[in-house]
């Protein structure tokens, strides 16, 4: 079966830090792969999805920004966090040709 | 740009009692999912709906999906303490250039209360 891990849970991280948040998918092959970033109770706004290595597209302008080194591997980043990137931030896989979307369990980030 | 309005934004009920939540969109979506998500964790999927007039029941809960594709409802009977939770609507986009993206409501954050 597949399976999706995404950590950490939780992160706390000071404003102006690098950021890495990981996203693996096990159990399946050529997948899409997907960031989402939650406001609190609210619904999911997309920043970044890919249909393959190295194929990235940004939804939204940000300070943020995403990497697919492996295929079943999916990674979002920053050089410098901003208190407006604290959220809680979910990945989620798709097969290529049928939704729906398999989310992981989410970060918590904090920006203080 | 396709939206999905979600109605009502919030919800307290006492145990007992039955709720409908609506998704509803001026678009037409290829499929449409309703998802649960419980505080910390990632949404659930529910169901998926797929073709227009469409009812899936999943135990107490009721889906639907217009005719038009373009709307659905979901209706809770007898809510119990555990619905407790956010739900989402998504639609699938494909069917409209969106390259496979969902399109997600702005959630419906249901209270059932013993």
């Known amino acids: 079966s597949q399976t999706i891990h995404q950590w950490p849970a939780t992160l706390v991280q000071p404003v102006g830090s690098p950021l890495s948040l990981e996203c693996t998918v096990e159990g399946t092959s050529n997948p899409n792969l997907y960031w989402y970033r939650q406001a609190a109770g609210r619904g999911l706004q997309l920043l970044f999805y890919?249909?393959?290595?190295?194929?990235i597209s940004s939804e939204v302008p940000q300070n943020l920004s995403a990497s697919r080194p492996q295929d079943r591997q999916f990674i979002l980043s920053s050089k410098k966090l901003l208190l407006s990137d604290s959220g809680f931030y979910l990945c989620a896989w798709s097969t290529r040709t049928a939704q729906p979307q398999h989310f992981g369990d989410g970060t918590r980030l904090s920006i203080l | 740009t396709q939206l999905l309005e979600q109605s009502p934004q919030f919800l307290s009920i006492q145990e007992g009692e039955n709720l409908t939540v609506y998704c509803n969109s001026s678009s037409v979506f290829s499929s449409l999912q309703w998802y649960r998500q419980e505080p910390g964790e990632g949404p659930v999927l529910l169901v998926t709906v797929v073709t227009g007039g469409e009812v899936k029941k999943l135990k107490r809960l009721t889906f639907q999906f217009g005719d038009a594709r373009k709307d659905s409802s979901l209706h809770i009977t007898a809510a119990q303490p555990g619905d407790t939770g956010l739900y989402l609507c998504?639609?699938?986009?494909?069917?409209?250039?969106?390259?496979?993206?969902?399109?997600f409501g702005q959630g419906t954050e249901l209270s059932v209360k013993p």
């Open positions: 890919s249909v393959g290595i190295g194929q």
């Open positions: 998504a639609g699938d986009g494909v069917g409209n250039n969106q390259g496979g993206k969902l399109i």
